[in-house]
Nanobody
Framework: QVQLVESGGGLVQPGGSLRLSCAAS????????MGWYRQAPQNERELVAS???????AYAEHVKGRFTISRDNGKNTVYLQLNSLKPEDSAVYYC?????????????WGQGTQVTVSS
């Protein structure tokens, strides 16, 4: 099992920046991918960015060039740097970890951290 704890959300003005952190504990060696999703009110949860155990990254098209995902393997922590924030980026951001075992994929989720972009 994997436990994920997010932090770093808050209120920021348009054009501002935040850095979200997600600390993983438990069976961390079984994780093959981690990522960030977000969900705004009445919207579906959407993938924002992901990073594989090899360090390969992927981003949603609408955040490319503004957000950066990274990881610190020594701290078992993944980060999401959010720059040039827009009001439409406001959402609850969730950390995700994927683990594969015996032909099945398992998803683990953090509790979420609120990001609000408003003037």
């Amino acid at each position: 099992q994997v436990q994920l704890v997010e932090s770093g959300g808050g209120l920021v003005q348009p054009g501002g920046s935040l850095r979200l952190s997600c600390a993983a504990s438990g069976s961390v060696f079984s994780i093959y991918s981690m990522g960030w999703y977000r969900q705004a009110p009445q919207n579906e949860r959407e993938l924002v960015a992901s990073i594989s155990s090899r360090g390969d990254t992927a981003y949603a098209e609408h955040v490319k060039g503004r957000f950066t995902i990274s990881r610190d393997n020594g701290k078992n922590t993944v980060y999401l740097q959010l720059n040039s924030l827009k009001p439409e980026d406001s959402a609850v951001y969730y950390c995700n970890a994927k683990m594969g075992s015996e032909g099945y994929e398992y998803d683990f989720w953090g509790q979420g951290t609120q990001v609000t972009v408003s003037s």
